[in-house]
C-alpha cells in the first residue's frame, strides 16, 4: 500500500498528536519551548499566552500568574493553559479535589478534563486520559456537591422501554419489563401496606442499667414525644412514625421510622434523629452516640428487621391471569407455574435460609428501573426483597392469582440521582418527576409501585419461561454478544420476554 493511501486508511488524528505532546511536555518540561516573546504593548507579558499554547511556561511563571492578588483564581486559571494547571497540580499548588471550585460554574468540563488527566498519567495503566470513558457535553452542575464527587466523566447505560403495563388502571411505558399477560387480565393492581425510612443508632451507656432507663424514657409518652418534636422541627417532610428500641449489653439501638416526602429520605432522616438524639443527651448526659446509623436501619445490607417491620415504600402487587393467556402466551399450564413457584421460589430459598428472597429475580427489574429513575443502586439489597406467590383462581381454578409482596422499596423523586438530566426524563416519562404539588409523598409512593408492578411482570415472564423449559433458548438468542453468536431475534416463546435486560 502507498504511503498515501496509508494517510488516508489511518485513524490518527490531529487530538491524538495534540495529547502526545502535551504527555511529553509534562514528563520533559526541560525540552519544552520557552514562552513566545508578548506583544511590546502588553503589561503582563506572561499572560498572552492562549490556553492551547504549545509552549509551556516554568513552575515559576505559572505560579506567578496563579497567585496574582489582584484577581480571583478562577479567571488566573483562564490564562493558564491545561498543562501548566497540570503542572501546579502535581506541584501541590492546586488540589486535584477542588478543582471545580477553583475554576468555577462555566468551567467544570475543563476541570474534569484536568482531572482525567492527572489521574491518567498519575497510574500504573494511564489509559483514562484518552479512554472511552465520555466526559463532554454533560451538565456538570447538576453533579457538583450532590452525586458524585472527583468526577472524570459519565457512563451511559441502555436504556429499553416495554410495556405499557397498566397499574392501578393506568397505563405506564415501564423502563423494561413484559406486560401483556398481566394486561389481559386486567392489570396490575397495587397496596402500599407502608411508608417509612429508618435511622438506627447506636448508643454507649456507662452500664446496662443506664441504658435500661434511656430504653424505658423513649417508650414512654413523655420521652417519645420529646423526641417526636425535636426530630420533625429539622424539615416540614419529616414526620416521626414510630421508635423501635433494643439493647445489647450496655448499647442501646433505637430504629427511627419516618415518612420523608417524595424524597428517599436518608439525609432528611439523618438530620431528624441527629436533632433527636440531641435533646436525648439533654436528660441523659453520660450517653455516647457511637454512630448515627448503628446498622440497626438496616441500610443496604440483608435484614430480618427490614423484612418484617419494612423500611421505605411496602407494596404488595397482584394481578389475575386468565388460563387461555397462561397457556397461549405463557406457553405453560397454571398447574405447573404454581407448582415450580412453591419449589423454587418458596421451598428452594427455604432450604437455603434466605431473607426476603422468595422470588426468582425481583433484583433484576428493581436494579434496572433504579439506575433509570436517579435511584441508589446499592439499596437494591434490601429494597429486591420479595415473595412472589401463585395460586390457582376463578371457578373453577383455570385462572392464576399472581402477587409479589415488597416490603422495602427505597425510593424518592426528589435528590440523589433524580436531580441528572436523563434520570429526569425517565421519571417524567412515567409522570412522577418531583415532590408532588399537592400531596407529599404520593410521586415516590407511585414510583414505588409501578417498580413493583413490573418487578410481578418479571416474575411471571422468568417463571413461565421456566416452567415452558424456554429460559436456556432465550438467553442463547438475547443474552450474548451478537458479534460473536448471531442468533434469531425472537424468543421461542413470547411469554419469555427478558425483562430483566437493561
Same mark, same amino acid.
Given at each position: 500500500?502507498?504511503?498515501?493511501?496509508?494517510?488516508?486508511?489511518?485513524?490518527?488524528?490531529?487530538?491524538?498528536?495534540?495529547?502526545?505532546?502535551?504527555?511529553?511536555?509534562?514528563?520533559?518540561?526541560?525540552?519544552?519551548?520557552?514562552?513566545?516573546?508578548?506583544?511590546?504593548?502588553?503589561?503582563?507579558?506572561?499572560?498572552?499566552?492562549?490556553?492551547?499554547?504549545?509552549?509551556?511556561?516554568?513552575?515559576?511563571?505559572?505560579?506567578?500568574?496563579?497567585?496574582?492578588?489582584?484577581?480571583?483564581?478562577?479567571?488566573?486559571?483562564?490564562?493558564?493553559? !491545561?498543562?501548566?494547571?497540570?503542572?501546579?497540580?502535581?506541584? $501541590?499548588?492546586?488540589?486535584?479535589?477542588?478543582?471545580?471550585?477553583?475554576?468555577?460554574?462555566?468551567?467544570?468540563?475543563?476541570?474534569?478534563?484536568?482531572?482525567?488527566?492527572?489521574?491518567?498519567?498519575?497510574?500504573?495503566? $494511564?489509559?483514562?486520559?484518552?479512554?472511552?470513558?465520555?466526559?463532554?457535553?454533560?451538565?456538570?452542575?447538576?453533579?457538583?456537591?450532590?452525586?458524585?464527587?472527583?468526577?472524570?466523566?459519565?457512563?451511559?447505560? %441502555?436504556?429499553?422501554?416495554?410495556? %405499557?403495563?397498566?397499574?392501578?388502571?393506568?397505563?405506564?411505558?415501564?423502563?423494561?419489563?413484559?406486560?401483556?399477560?398481566?394486561?389481559?387480565?386486567?392489570?396490575?393492581?397495587?397496596?402500599?401496606?407502608?411508608?417509612?425510612?429508618?435511622?438506627?443508632?447506636?448508643?454507649?451507656? %456507662?452500664?446496662?442499667?443506664?441504658?435500661?432507663?434511656?430504653?424505658?424514657?423513649? !417508650?414512654?409518652?413523655?420521652?417519645?414525644?420529646?423526641?417526636?418534636?425535636?426530630?420533625?422541627?429539622?424539615?416540614?417532610?419529616?414526620?416521626?412514625?414510630?421508635?423501635?428500641?433494643?439493647?445489647?449489653?450496655?448499647?442501646?439501638?433505637?430504629?427511627?421510622?419516618?415518612?420523608?416526602?417524595?424524597?428517599?429520605?436518608?439525609?432528611?432522616?439523618?438530620?431528624?434523629?441527629?436533632?433527636?438524639?440531641?435533646?436525648?443527651?439533654?436528660?441523659?448526659?453520660?450517653?455516647?452516640?457511637?454512630?448515627?446509623?448503628?446498622?440497626?436501619?438496616?441500610?443496604?445490607?440483608?435484614?430480618?428487621?427490614?423484612?418484617?417491620?419494612?423500611?421505605?415504600?411496602?407494596?404488595?402487587?397482584?394481578?389475575?391471569?386468565?388460563?387461555?393467556?397462561?397457556?397461549?402466551?405463557?406457553?405453560?399450564?397454571?398447574?405447573?407455574?404454581?407448582?415450580?413457584?412453591?419449589?423454587?421460589?418458596?421451598?428452594?430459598?427455604?432450604?437455603? $435460609?434466605?431473607?426476603?428472597?422468595?422470588?426468582?429475580?425481583?433484583?433484576?427489574?428493581?436494579?434496572?428501573?433504579?439506575?433509570?429513575?436517579?435511584?441508589? /443502586?446499592?439499596?437494591?439489597?434490601?429494597?429486591?426483597?420479595?415473595?412472589?406467590?401463585?395460586?390457582?383462581?376463578?371457578?373453577?381454578?383455570?385462572?392464576?392469582?399472581?402477587?409479589?409482596?415488597? /416490603?422495602?422499596?427505597?425510593?424518592?423523586?426528589?435528590?440523589?440521582?433524580?436531580?441528572?438530566?436523563?434520570?429526569?426524563?425517565?421519571?417524567?416519562?412515567?409522570?412522577?418527576?418531583?415532590?408532588?404539588?399537592?400531596?407529599?409523598?404520593?410521586?415516590?409512593?407511585?414510583?414505588?409501585?409501578?417498580?413493583?408492578?413490573?418487578?410481578?411482570?418479571?416474575?411471571?415472564?422468568?417463571?413461565?419461561?421456566?416452567?415452558?423449559?424456554?429460559?436456556?433458548?432465550?438467553?442463547?438468542?438475547?443474552?450474548?454478544?451478537?458479534?460473536?453468536?448471531?442468533?434469531?431475534?425472537?424468543?421461542?416463546?413470547?411469554?419469555?420476554?427478558?425483562?430483566?435486560?437493561?
Amino acid at each position: 500500500m502507498s504511503s498515501i493511501a496509508q494517510l488516508h486508511t489511518s485513524t490518527f488524528s490531529i487530538q491524538d498528536l495534540e495529547l502526545k505532546l502535551k504527555q511529553v511536555r509534562l514528563a520533559h518540561p526541560e525540552q519544552s519551548l520557552p514562552s513566545p516573546p508578548s506583544d511590546s504593548g502588553s503589561s503582563s507579558p506572561q499572560e498572552c499566552q492562549p490556553e492551547e499554547s504549545y509552549f509551556l511556561r516554568s513552575l515559576k511563571e505559572c505560579l506567578t500568574i496563579y497567585e496574582e492578588p489582584s484577581r480571583p483564581r478562577s479567571e488566573s486559571l483562564l490564562l493558564l493553559s !491545561d498543562e501548566e494547571v497540570i503542572m501546579l497540580a502535581n506541584n $501541590g499548588n492546586i488540589a486535584t479535589y477542588a478543582l471545580e471550585k477553583l475554576f468555577g460554574m462555566d468551567q467544570l468540563e475543563r476541570a474534569v478534563r484536568i482531572r482525567r488527566a492527572l489521574i491518567s498519567r498519575g497510574s500504573s495503566t $494511564g489509559t483514562l486520559e484518552s479512554s472511552s470513558i465520555p466526559f463532554e457535553n454533560y451538565d456538570y452542575s447538576r453533579v457538583l456537591g450532590a452525586c458524585c464527587e472527583n468526577v472524570v466523566g459519565y457512563i451511559p447505560i %441502555p436504556l429499553g422501554v416495554a410495556g %405499557p403495563l397498566t397499574v392501578d388502571g393506568k397505563q405506564y411505558p415501564i423502563p423494561m419489563a413484559t406486560a401483556e399477560a398481566l394486561n389481559a387480565g386486567g392489570g396490575v393492581t397495587t397496596v402500599l401496606v407502608g411508608d417509612g425510612m429508618t435511622r438506627g443508632p447506636a448508643i454507649d451507656f %456507662p452500664s446496662a442499667i443506664r441504658a435500661g432507663k434511656a430504653k424505658a424514657w423513649i !417508650d414512654s409518652d413523655e420521652g417519645h414525644e420529646i423526641l417526636r418534636e425535636a426530630f420533625e422541627s429539622t424539615s416540614r417532610f419529616a414526620k416521626l412514625k414510630s421508635l423501635k428500641t433494643a439493647i445489647a449489653g450496655r448499647t442501646l439501638y433505637v430504629r427511627f421510622a419516618t415518612t420523608t416526602g417524595d424524597a428517599m429520605g436518608m439525609n432528611m432522616i439523618s438530620k431528624g434523629t441527629e436533632r433527636a438524639l440531641e435533646a436525648m443527651q439533654k436528660r441523659f448526659p453520660e450517653m455516647v452516640v457511637l454512630a448515627l446509623s448503628g446498622n440497626y436501619c438496616t441500610d443496604k445490607k440483608p435484614a430480618a428487621i427490614n423484612w418484617i417491620e419494612g423500611r421505605g415504600k411496602s407494596v404488595v402487587a397482584e394481578a389475575v391471569v386468565p388460563g387461555h393467556v397462561v397457556k397461549t402466551v405463557l406457553k405453560t399450564t397454571v398447574k405447573d407455574l404454581c407448582n415450580l413457584n412453591v419449589k423454587k421460589n418458596l421451598m428452594g430459598s427455604a432450604m437455603a $435460609g434466605s431473607i426476603g428472597g422468595f422470588n426468582a429475580h425481583a433484583a433484576n427489574i428493581l436494579t434496572a428501573i433504579f439506575l433509570a429513575t436517579g435511584q441508589d /443502586p446499592a439499596q437494591n439489597v434490601e429494597s429486591s426483597m420479595c415473595m412472589t406467590l401463585m395460586e390457582p383462581t376463578g371457578p373453577d381454578g383455570e385462572d392464576l392469582l399472581v402477587s409479589v409482596t415488597m /416490603p422495602c422499596i427505597e425510593v424518592g423523586t426528589v435528590g440523589g440521582g433524580t436531580v441528572l438530566a436523563p434520570q429526569q426524563g425517565v421519571l417524567d416519562m412515567l409522570g412522577v418527576r418531583g415532590a408532588h404539588p399537592q400531596q407529599p409523598g404520593q410521586n415516590a409512593q407511585t414510583l414505588a409501585r409501578i417498580i413493583a408492578s413490573a418487578v410481578l411482570a418479571g416474575e411471571l415472564s422468568l417463571l413461565s419461561a421456566l416452567a415452558a423449559g424456554h429460559l436456556i433458548k432465550a438467553h442463547m438468542a438475547h443474552n450474548r454478544s451478537q458479534a460473536n453468536t448471531p442468533a434469531a431475534s425472537v424468543p421461542a416463546t413470547p411469554g419469555a420476554g427478558l425483562a430483566y435486560r437493561v
